[in-house]
Structure formats: C-alpha cells, structure tokens
C-alpha cells in the first residue's frame, strides 16, 4: 500500500520557523512529484507547495512565497517543508501526497496520509 505521512507538528510564535518531514512508502519515490497542503476548518484546501520528480522544479502558492521551501530526498523516500517567517494565518492541518506523474499536475494528487497540524501565535 502507498502511504506518506507528515510529520513535525508544532506550536510557534509569530515569525518561528518549522520543518515538517513527508515519510512516503509502498511506491517508486522517484517516479511522482511531492506536494505539501494544508487545510484550516472554514478555510479553502490550499495546495502550499510542491517538487517535481523529474527535474526537481519547485511550486509555491503567493501566500508562501519566499517562506517556504520544499525538498526532497530521494534516497530516503523523504520530502520536507522548511517553513520561515511564519503568520498566524498560516496554522492549518498540513498534508504531503503524491502526484500521478513526476511532473506537477495541479489538482492530481493522491495518497494523503494524515496531516500534521501546524499552529502559530501572533
């Protein structure tokens, strides 16, 4: 079976940083693009971030930009979220899933495992 999960819940001020890890197992690593999402009850799913397979090009949404990064490793089947300068409005359950091809094909992402919840105070 595929499964990734996120992991690296945490509570931070206003301005913290956080790292959330996506553990992905029962599939070729290399052969999908890795996205990040979050969701907050009463606020749209978001697709925050993802990394191609192919080439390693990265996608932010503008609410991100500039604060997030994305990696990944694929010798240890490992994607990470590296999160800086964070807002309030950035506390959401956070979720990795994998695409259906090593390109980025927004809206085509599958296999959430459960999410990792990120909380930040102002």
């Known amino acids: 079976d595929v499964q990734l999960q996120a992991s690296g819940e945490g509570l931070v001020q206003a301005g913290g940083s956080l790292r959330l890890s996506c553990a992905a197992s029962g599939l070729t690593f290399d052969d999908y693009a890795i996205g990040w999402f979050r969701q907050d009850p009463g606020k749209k799913h978001e697709e925050v971030s993802c990394?191609?397979?192919?080439?390693?090009?990265?996608y932010y949404a503008e609410s991100v930009k500039g604060r997030f990064t994305i990696s990944r490793d694929t010798a240890k089947n490992m994607a990470y979220l590296e999160m800086n300068s964070l807002k309030p409005e950035d506390t959401a359950t956070y979720y990795c899933?994998?695409?259906?091809?090593?390109?980025?094909?927004?809206?085509?992402?599958?296999?959430w495992g459960q999410g990792t919840q990120v909380t930040v105070s102002s």
């Open positions: 990394i191609t397979s192919s080439d390693g090009i990265e």
């Open positions: 899933a994998r695409g259906t091809s090593p390109a980025n094909e927004p809206g085509q992402y599958y296999d």
